[in-house]
Protein backbone atom coordinates (compact mmCIF):
# COMPACT_ATOMS: atom_id res chain seq x y z
CA UNK A 1 0.00 0.00 0.00
CA UNK A 2 1.55 3.29 -1.06
CA UNK A 3 1.61 6.22 1.90
CA UNK A 4 -1.16 7.93 -0.75
CA UNK A 5 -3.71 4.70 0.02
CA UNK A 6 -2.34 5.05 3.98
CA UNK A 7 -3.73 8.47 3.63
CA UNK A 8 -7.18 7.80 2.52
CA UNK A 9 -7.90 4.97 4.41
CA UNK A 10 -7.13 7.25 7.64
CA UNK A 11 -8.71 10.06 6.34
CA UNK A 12 -12.05 7.73 5.46
CA UNK A 13 -15.02 8.75 8.22
CA UNK A 14 -16.78 5.75 9.51
CA UNK A 15 -20.34 4.96 9.46
CA UNK A 16 -21.78 6.41 12.14
CA UNK A 17 -23.94 4.21 14.61
CA UNK A 18 -27.38 6.34 15.93
CA UNK A 19 -29.59 4.59 18.43
CA UNK A 20 -33.52 6.10 17.57
CA UNK A 21 -36.08 5.76 20.53
CA UNK A 22 -39.72 5.81 20.32
CA UNK A 23 -41.37 6.36 23.41
CA UNK A 24 -44.72 6.15 23.25
CA UNK A 25 -46.14 3.18 25.91
CA UNK A 26 -50.35 3.76 24.99
CA UNK A 27 -50.69 1.06 23.13
CA UNK A 28 -51.81 2.84 19.71
CA UNK A 29 -49.64 3.26 16.60
CA UNK A 30 -49.59 6.76 15.26
CA UNK A 31 -47.62 9.49 13.00
CA UNK A 32 -44.56 9.13 15.04
CA UNK A 33 -43.66 5.71 14.53
CA UNK A 34 -44.29 5.64 10.81
CA UNK A 35 -42.45 8.83 10.46
CA UNK A 36 -39.76 7.22 12.14
CA UNK A 37 -39.83 4.25 10.14
CA UNK A 38 -39.67 6.01 6.86
CA UNK A 39 -37.04 8.19 8.20
CA UNK A 40 -34.79 4.92 8.99
CA UNK A 41 -35.77 3.34 5.84
CA UNK A 42 -34.35 5.85 3.90
CA UNK A 43 -31.07 6.49 5.45
CA UNK A 44 -27.73 5.41 3.26
CA UNK A 45 -26.79 2.00 5.33
CA UNK A 46 -23.33 3.05 4.11
CA UNK A 47 -23.25 6.22 6.37
CA UNK A 48 -25.16 5.31 9.18
CA UNK A 49 -25.78 2.47 11.01
CA UNK A 50 -29.43 2.55 12.49
CA UNK A 51 -30.80 0.59 16.14
CA UNK A 52 -34.28 1.12 16.92
CA UNK A 53 -35.18 0.82 20.61
CA UNK A 54 -39.03 0.56 21.84
CA UNK A 55 -40.47 0.12 25.58
CA UNK A 56 -42.68 -2.35 23.85
CA UNK A 57 -43.45 -4.53 20.99
CA UNK A 58 -45.32 -3.04 18.63
CA UNK A 59 -47.33 -4.42 15.59
CA UNK A 60 -44.63 -2.72 13.22
CA UNK A 61 -41.39 -4.56 14.71
CA UNK A 62 -40.87 -6.57 11.98
CA UNK A 63 -41.43 -3.43 9.39
CA UNK A 64 -38.59 -2.05 11.85
CA UNK A 65 -36.88 -4.94 11.70
CA UNK A 66 -36.59 -5.07 8.02
CA UNK A 67 -34.91 -1.83 7.51
CA UNK A 68 -32.68 -2.23 11.40
CA UNK A 69 -31.89 -3.94 14.44
CA UNK A 70 -34.61 -3.56 17.30
CA UNK A 71 -34.97 -3.97 20.82
CA UNK A 72 -36.80 -3.60 24.09
CA UNK A 73 -35.86 -1.17 26.81
CA UNK A 74 -38.53 -1.32 28.84
CA UNK A 75 -39.89 1.65 30.71
CA UNK A 76 -39.42 2.19 34.17
CA UNK A 77 -42.95 1.74 36.12
CA UNK A 78 -43.46 4.63 38.55
CA UNK A 79 -44.27 3.77 42.62
CA UNK A 80 -47.37 4.16 43.72
CA UNK A 81 -49.38 3.78 46.83
CA UNK A 82 -47.15 5.68 49.78
CA UNK A 83 -47.07 8.89 51.31
CA UNK A 84 -46.08 12.04 48.53
CA UNK A 85 -42.05 12.31 50.15
CA UNK A 86 -41.20 8.41 50.10
CA UNK A 87 -42.67 8.08 46.68
CA UNK A 88 -41.28 11.22 45.21
CA UNK A 89 -38.16 9.74 46.74
CA UNK A 90 -38.34 6.18 45.20
CA UNK A 91 -39.58 7.55 41.73
CA UNK A 92 -35.99 10.12 41.75
CA UNK A 93 -33.78 7.31 42.95
CA UNK A 94 -35.52 4.74 40.09
CA UNK A 95 -35.10 7.86 37.38
CA UNK A 96 -31.47 8.00 38.05
CA UNK A 97 -30.70 4.58 38.44
CA UNK A 98 -33.05 3.86 34.98
CA UNK A 99 -30.82 6.48 33.27
CA UNK A 100 -27.45 5.04 34.61
CA UNK A 101 -28.72 1.05 33.07
CA UNK A 102 -29.57 3.03 29.71
CA UNK A 103 -26.09 4.86 29.68
CA UNK A 104 -24.62 1.57 30.28
CA UNK A 105 -26.88 0.46 27.17
CA UNK A 106 -25.98 2.56 25.08
CA UNK A 107 -22.18 2.21 25.71
CA UNK A 108 -22.63 -1.61 25.12
CA UNK A 109 -23.90 -0.61 21.91
CA UNK A 110 -21.17 1.41 20.79
CA UNK A 111 -23.89 4.06 20.01
CA UNK A 112 -22.04 7.45 19.45
CA UNK A 113 -25.33 9.43 18.99
CA UNK A 114 -28.88 9.28 20.34
CA UNK A 115 -32.09 10.60 18.47
CA UNK A 116 -35.20 10.80 20.59
CA UNK A 117 -37.98 10.48 17.90
CA UNK A 118 -41.34 12.05 20.22
CA UNK A 119 -40.70 15.42 22.18
CA UNK A 120 -38.98 17.77 24.14
CA UNK A 121 -41.45 16.87 27.33
CA UNK A 122 -40.69 13.02 26.66
CA UNK A 123 -37.83 10.63 27.04
CA UNK A 124 -36.45 12.21 29.89
CA UNK A 125 -34.57 9.14 31.42
CA UNK A 126 -33.25 8.50 27.79
CA UNK A 127 -31.54 12.19 27.91
CA UNK A 128 -29.93 11.35 31.37
CA UNK A 129 -28.62 8.22 29.79
CA UNK A 130 -26.92 10.49 26.75
CA UNK A 131 -25.53 12.90 29.50
CA UNK A 132 -23.96 10.05 31.83
CA UNK A 133 -22.73 8.37 28.73
CA UNK A 134 -21.20 11.29 27.41
CA UNK A 135 -22.87 11.02 23.49
CA UNK A 136 -24.84 13.85 22.12
CA UNK A 137 -28.52 13.70 21.98
CA UNK A 138 -31.51 15.42 19.93
CA UNK A 139 -35.57 15.11 19.68
CA UNK A 140 -37.80 15.18 17.10
CA UNK A 141 -40.55 17.23 18.49
CA UNK A 142 -43.85 16.32 17.02
CA UNK A 143 -46.29 17.86 19.52
CA UNK A 144 -46.97 21.81 20.09
CA UNK A 145 -46.72 22.16 23.68
CA UNK A 146 -46.81 26.17 24.95
CA UNK A 147 -46.22 25.14 28.83
CA UNK A 148 -42.98 22.58 29.56
CA UNK A 149 -42.36 20.82 33.35
CA UNK A 150 -39.13 22.31 35.22
CA UNK A 151 -37.12 18.88 34.25
CA UNK A 152 -37.86 19.54 30.38
CA UNK A 153 -36.43 23.05 30.60
CA UNK A 154 -33.50 21.63 33.07
CA UNK A 155 -33.01 18.43 30.19
CA UNK A 156 -34.21 19.72 27.06
CA UNK A 157 -31.56 22.45 27.65
CA UNK A 158 -28.65 19.91 27.62
CA UNK A 159 -30.22 18.70 23.87
CA UNK A 160 -27.84 19.65 20.68
CA UNK A 161 -31.09 20.31 18.16
CA UNK A 162 -34.61 19.70 18.47
CA UNK A 163 -36.07 18.97 15.15
CA UNK A 164 -39.54 20.48 14.49
CA UNK A 165 -41.88 18.59 12.02
CA UNK A 166 -43.26 22.38 11.09
CA UNK A 167 -42.88 25.57 11.30
CA UNK A 168 -45.95 26.10 14.12
CA UNK A 169 -44.01 23.13 16.37
CA UNK A 170 -41.64 25.30 15.96
CA UNK A 171 -43.16 28.55 17.08
CA UNK A 172 -44.16 26.84 20.55
CA UNK A 173 -41.05 25.32 21.15
CA UNK A 174 -39.68 28.99 20.95
CA UNK A 175 -42.61 30.13 22.95
CA UNK A 176 -42.10 27.44 26.09
CA UNK A 177 -38.90 29.45 27.56
CA UNK A 178 -37.26 26.79 26.58
CA UNK A 179 -33.77 28.72 25.14
CA UNK A 180 -30.33 28.27 23.79
CA UNK A 181 -31.26 25.08 21.31
CA UNK A 182 -30.59 25.08 17.98
CA UNK A 183 -34.51 24.68 16.16
CA UNK A 184 -34.54 23.00 12.59
CA UNK A 185 -37.83 22.67 11.13
CA UNK A 186 -38.05 20.01 9.08
CA UNK A 187 -40.88 18.44 7.36
CA UNK A 188 -42.15 14.54 7.67
CA UNK A 189 -41.35 12.96 4.15
CA UNK A 190 -43.08 10.81 2.66
CA UNK A 191 -42.17 8.11 -0.84
CA UNK A 192 -45.59 8.00 -2.52
CA UNK A 193 -44.43 4.60 -3.88
CA UNK A 194 -44.81 3.09 -0.11
CA UNK A 195 -48.48 3.84 -0.29
CA UNK A 196 -50.49 1.59 -1.48
CA UNK A 197 -53.05 -1.11 -1.30
CA UNK A 198 -52.46 -5.14 -0.57
CA UNK A 199 -56.05 -5.21 -1.45
CA UNK A 200 -58.75 -3.83 -3.81
CA UNK A 201 -61.52 -1.34 -2.86
CA UNK A 202 -63.68 -4.56 -3.33
CA UNK A 203 -62.03 -6.89 -1.25
CA UNK A 204 -61.79 -3.76 1.65
CA UNK A 205 -65.61 -2.85 1.60
CA UNK A 206 -66.41 -6.85 1.13
CA UNK A 207 -64.07 -7.10 4.74
CA UNK A 208 -65.81 -4.12 6.55
CA UNK A 209 -69.16 -5.16 4.88
CA UNK A 210 -69.70 -1.82 2.70
CA UNK A 211 -71.81 -2.08 0.15
CA UNK A 212 -70.04 -1.38 -3.35
CA UNK A 213 -73.35 1.17 -4.01
CA UNK A 214 -72.39 3.07 -0.90
CA UNK A 215 -69.63 6.73 -1.38
CA UNK A 216 -67.25 6.79 1.22
CA UNK A 217 -65.97 9.87 2.95
CA UNK A 218 -63.57 8.91 6.13
CA UNK A 219 -61.37 10.03 8.57
CA UNK A 220 -57.96 8.40 9.49
CA UNK A 221 -56.49 8.83 13.56
CA UNK A 222 -56.30 7.56 16.59
CA UNK A 223 -59.66 8.45 18.31
CA UNK A 224 -58.90 10.70 20.32
CA UNK A 225 -60.83 13.47 21.33
CA UNK A 226 -58.53 16.87 19.92
CA UNK A 227 -58.28 14.78 16.37
CA UNK A 228 -61.71 16.00 15.94
CA UNK A 229 -63.92 12.90 15.44
CA UNK A 230 -67.33 14.71 17.14
CA UNK A 231 -66.64 17.66 14.38
CA UNK A 232 -66.83 15.29 11.97
CA UNK A 233 -70.19 12.98 12.94
CA UNK A 234 -71.90 16.45 13.74
CA UNK A 235 -71.40 17.43 10.29
CA UNK A 236 -73.23 13.90 9.00
CA UNK A 237 -76.55 14.78 9.37
CA UNK A 238 -76.94 17.40 6.97
CA UNK A 239 -74.55 15.56 4.24
CA UNK A 240 -76.21 12.80 4.70
CA UNK A 241 -79.23 14.15 3.36
CA UNK A 242 -77.97 15.47 0.42
CA UNK A 243 -76.24 12.10 -0.47
CA UNK A 244 -78.10 9.44 1.55
CA UNK A 245 -75.63 6.43 0.36
CA UNK A 246 -72.96 7.84 2.30
CA UNK A 247 -71.15 6.21 4.70
CA UNK A 248 -68.61 8.22 7.05
CA UNK A 249 -65.24 5.69 7.81
CA UNK A 250 -63.56 6.25 10.87
CA UNK A 251 -59.90 4.32 11.10
CA UNK A 252 -57.61 4.37 13.95
CA UNK A 253 -56.68 3.03 17.71
CA UNK A 254 -59.05 3.45 20.79
CA UNK A 255 -56.74 3.73 23.59
CA UNK A 256 -58.17 2.38 26.90
CA UNK A 257 -57.44 6.48 27.99
CA UNK A 258 -59.77 7.51 25.05
CA UNK A 259 -62.46 4.84 25.68
CA UNK A 260 -64.71 7.79 27.51
CA UNK A 261 -64.40 9.46 24.21
CA UNK A 262 -65.72 6.86 22.01
CA UNK A 263 -68.77 6.15 23.86
CA UNK A 264 -69.57 9.72 23.93
CA UNK A 265 -68.98 9.42 20.30
CA UNK A 266 -71.53 6.40 20.39
CA UNK A 267 -74.32 7.86 21.94
CA UNK A 268 -73.78 11.38 19.48
CA UNK A 269 -74.17 9.01 16.54
CA UNK A 270 -77.42 7.37 18.09
CA UNK A 271 -78.83 10.74 18.87
CA UNK A 272 -78.22 11.78 15.50
CA UNK A 273 -79.93 9.02 13.92
CA UNK A 274 -76.47 8.67 12.01
CA UNK A 275 -75.88 4.85 13.05
CA UNK A 276 -76.13 3.83 9.22
CA UNK A 277 -73.75 5.87 8.22
CA UNK A 278 -70.81 5.25 10.51
CA UNK A 279 -68.13 2.54 10.42
CA UNK A 280 -65.43 2.74 13.25
CA UNK A 281 -62.97 0.31 11.21
CA UNK A 282 -60.41 0.69 14.13
CA UNK A 283 -56.31 -0.22 13.53
CA UNK A 284 -55.64 -0.24 9.95
CA UNK A 285 -51.97 -2.09 9.45
CA UNK A 286 -52.34 -0.22 5.46
CA UNK A 287 -53.68 3.06 5.52
CA UNK A 288 -53.78 2.92 1.57
CA UNK A 289 -56.80 0.28 2.07
CA UNK A 290 -59.34 2.67 3.79
CA UNK A 291 -57.75 5.69 1.55
CA UNK A 292 -58.47 3.79 -1.66
CA UNK A 293 -62.43 3.43 -1.34
CA UNK A 294 -62.99 6.88 0.49
CA UNK A 295 -63.44 9.82 -2.04
CA UNK A 296 -62.14 12.69 0.21
CA UNK A 297 -60.22 12.38 3.57
CA UNK A 298 -60.88 14.56 6.45
CA UNK A 299 -58.40 15.91 8.91
CA UNK A 300 -60.69 17.73 11.80
CA UNK A 301 -58.57 18.34 15.01
CA UNK A 302 -59.21 21.07 17.49
CA UNK A 303 -56.49 21.74 18.59
CA UNK A 304 -53.48 22.68 16.59
CA UNK A 305 -52.20 19.95 14.51
CA UNK A 306 -48.13 19.48 14.76
CA UNK A 307 -48.58 18.53 11.62
CA UNK A 308 -50.99 15.78 9.80
CA UNK A 309 -48.95 12.92 8.12
CA UNK A 310 -52.35 11.18 6.94
CA UNK A 311 -52.61 14.61 4.58
CA UNK A 312 -49.14 13.32 3.03
CA UNK A 313 -50.82 9.70 2.77
CA UNK A 314 -53.96 11.15 1.25
CA UNK A 315 -52.06 13.27 -1.19
CA UNK A 316 -50.06 9.97 -2.03
CA UNK A 317 -53.19 8.25 -2.62
CA UNK A 318 -54.60 11.24 -4.91
CA UNK A 319 -57.43 11.62 -2.35
CA UNK A 320 -58.32 15.79 -1.94
CA UNK A 321 -58.35 16.38 2.10
CA UNK A 322 -60.33 18.78 3.59
CA UNK A 323 -58.85 19.63 6.60
CA UNK A 324 -59.06 21.75 10.26
CA UNK A 325 -57.37 25.10 9.40
CA UNK A 326 -54.72 25.45 12.27
CA UNK A 327 -51.39 24.68 13.13
CA UNK A 328 -49.52 23.28 10.44
CA UNK A 329 -52.14 22.21 8.13
CA UNK A 330 -51.44 25.60 6.16
CA UNK A 331 -48.24 24.63 5.49
CA UNK A 332 -49.04 21.48 3.97
CA UNK A 333 -52.73 22.19 2.47
CA UNK A 334 -52.78 24.61 -0.82
CA UNK A 335 -56.14 25.80 -0.49
CA UNK A 336 -58.42 25.41 -3.24
CA UNK A 337 -55.36 23.27 -4.94
CA UNK A 338 -55.10 20.02 -3.11
CA UNK A 339 -58.10 20.16 -0.83
CA UNK A 340 -60.03 22.81 1.16
CA UNK A 341 -59.30 23.76 4.88
CA UNK A 342 -62.30 25.47 7.45
CA UNK A 343 -61.91 26.73 11.07
CA UNK A 344 -61.37 24.11 13.81
CA UNK A 345 -64.32 23.22 15.30
CA UNK A 346 -66.81 24.41 12.80
CA UNK A 347 -68.96 21.66 11.50
CA UNK A 348 -71.48 24.06 9.76
CA UNK A 349 -67.88 25.12 7.46
CA UNK A 350 -66.72 21.61 6.98
CA UNK A 351 -70.35 20.67 5.63
CA UNK A 352 -69.67 23.50 3.17
CA UNK A 353 -66.50 22.15 2.39
CA UNK A 354 -67.21 18.47 1.78
CA UNK A 355 -70.70 19.08 -0.29
CA UNK A 356 -68.71 21.02 -2.34
CA UNK A 357 -66.40 18.32 -3.37
CA UNK A 358 -68.96 15.81 -3.42
CA UNK A 359 -70.91 17.82 -6.05
CA UNK A 360 -68.12 18.48 -8.31
CA UNK A 361 -66.62 15.07 -9.17
CA UNK A 362 -64.05 16.61 -11.61
CA UNK A 363 -62.90 18.86 -8.61
CA UNK A 364 -62.15 15.50 -6.68
CA UNK A 365 -59.92 14.06 -9.47
CA UNK A 366 -58.00 17.62 -10.13
CA UNK A 367 -57.48 18.01 -6.22
CA UNK A 368 -56.36 14.43 -6.30
CA UNK A 369 -53.80 15.09 -8.86
CA UNK A 370 -52.82 18.49 -7.47
CA UNK A 371 -51.92 16.66 -3.96
CA UNK A 372 -49.64 14.07 -5.73
CA UNK A 373 -47.58 15.99 -7.29
CA UNK A 374 -47.29 18.70 -4.28
CA UNK A 375 -46.33 16.37 -2.17
CA UNK A 376 -43.51 14.83 -4.74
CA UNK A 377 -41.91 18.26 -4.86
CA UNK A 378 -42.48 19.38 -1.06
CA UNK A 379 -42.36 16.58 0.65
CA UNK A 380 -40.31 14.17 -0.18
CA UNK A 381 -38.68 11.40 2.04
CA UNK A 382 -35.14 11.17 1.01
CA UNK A 383 -35.00 15.35 1.53
CA UNK A 384 -36.30 14.77 4.93
CA UNK A 385 -33.63 12.37 5.41
CA UNK A 386 -30.93 14.25 4.10
CA UNK A 387 -31.52 17.56 5.84
CA UNK A 388 -31.53 14.87 9.02
CA UNK A 389 -27.87 13.50 8.37
CA UNK A 390 -26.90 16.98 7.54
CA UNK A 391 -27.72 17.72 10.92
CA UNK A 392 -26.03 14.77 12.64
CA UNK A 393 -22.98 15.69 10.78
CA UNK A 394 -23.02 19.14 12.24
CA UNK A 395 -23.32 17.26 15.58
CA UNK A 396 -20.48 14.86 15.33
CA UNK A 397 -18.19 17.38 13.23
CA UNK A 398 -17.69 15.26 10.16
CA UNK A 399 -18.96 14.80 6.87
CA UNK A 400 -20.43 10.59 7.32
CA UNK A 401 -19.32 9.44 4.05
Request: include cysteine; proline fraction near 4%.
Amino acid sequence: MTRRQEDLTIDKPKKIRIAYLEGNTDGTIGGSYYSMLYLVGSLDRSRIEPLVIFRNRNVLWSRFDQVAEVRVVPERTPVSGMPTVLRRGFNLAGFLLMGIEQAMFLRRNRIQLLHLNNSVTKNHDWMLAALIAGIPCITHERGINTQVSRITKTLGSRLRAVLCISTAVRDAVMQSGISGIPLYVIHNGLDPSRIKPDCSAEQFRSIHRISSSRRVIGMIGNVKEWKGQEVVIRALPEIVSRYPDLLCLFVGSIAQADAQYERRLQQIIDDLGMREHVLFAGYCPNVANALNVMKIAIHASIAPEPFGRVLLEAMAMKKPVVASRDGAIPEIVAEGVTGFTFSPGNSVELVKRVLCLLEKESMIESFGEAGYHHLISNFSVMRNAERTVSIYESIMGKRIN
